[in-house]
């Protein structure tokens, strides 16, 4: 999934713009993502459908500049251990210090699968194959106008009540700008029962910086709760702080989970 894009925005022709698209990233058995980056190796099994809905702000502390990212996600359960999914985000980027200055519309869209080919007791291996669609209007920062492709693999373990997932991805940065076209990321999270309906979530994970001018990596951590009314709903809300070069970021947001 497209984890964070402040750098991009940032250093883009509105160098105010930075933006967020947060799946941001759901019982602990399968974790659904929003507010984790962090995806876990649960699956829907077969013919089961989940809705995901997502809406994020987030602002960069100096500026008080702010974006807003509403993302929503199709998952579709091919098989027992295979998904396929389409995401869509709709972004508003603030692009100077008047709160009217802004652009928004669709921004790109992303196609892909999770295959969990390991299972062995509270272990299991995922692998997530991602396509990133240039569905962003690139004039006004909303998107790359380049195909990327990417993978994420995934360990996770799941107990009676914590679960915890780790992540190693790459993505192809086809760009314009010249950025590095080779970005790698990583993350840890940890999903745990709190009470009966209530988990508690948190992560940490870092990327590789896509301006090859700096050296610094960005890192992030997260923590969030999930309340779950029933076995086929899931509300989130969530916390992300981003620390990128020498700008802070952070943001807030809320999700929805349905499964039938």
């Known amino acids: 999934m497209d984890m964070f894009v402040f750098d991009d925005f940032l250093r883009s022709r509105y160098g105010a713009i930075f933006s967020v698209a947060l799946c941001l990233m759901l019982p602990t058995h399968a974790f659904a993502g929003h507010p984790l980056a962090t995806e876990d190796s649960g699956v829907q099994g077969r013919d089961n459908v989940q809705f995901e809905l997502s809406v994020d702000r987030a602002v960069e502390r100096d500026s008080r500049l702010t974006s807003q990212s509403v993302n929503a996600t199709v998952t579709y359960g091919m098989t027992d251990a295979l998904d396929v999914a389409f995401s869509?985000?709709?972004?508003?980027?603030?692009?100077?210090?008047?709160?009217?200055?802004?652009?928004?519309?669709?921004?790109?869209?992303?196609?892909?699968?999770?295959?969990?080919?390991?299972?062995?007791?509270k272990f299991s291996l995922a692998l997530k194959p991602i396509l990133t669609l240039p569905t962003g209007d690139s004039a006004k920062g909303l998107g790359n106008d380049r195909l990327n492709p990417g993978g994420t693999g995934v360990l996770g373990w799941g107990g009676d009540s914590v679960s915890l997932s780790a992540n190693l991805a790459y993505t192809f940065n086809d760009n314009k700008l010249g950025d590095r076209k080779d970005i790698w990321s990583s993350s840890f999270s940890v999903v745990a029962a709190l009470a009966n309906r209530l988990s508690g979530v948190a992560e940490l994970g870092a990327y590789r910086n896509s301006n090859a001018a700096s050296r610094k990596n960005p890192v992030f951590a997260t923590v969030g709760l999930v309340f779950h009314p029933s076995d086929k709903l899931d509300l989130d809300i969530g916390y992300r702080n981003l620390l990128l070069d020498s700008r802070r970021q952070y943001s807030i947001g809320a999700g929805i989970a349905v499964r039938r």
């Open 88 to 121: 869509a985000p709709w972004l508003r980027n603030q692009i100077s210090e008047d709160p009217d200055k802004f652009q928004r519309g669709v921004g790109d869209a992303s196609i892909f699968v999770k295959w969990r080919n390991y299972q062995d007791g």
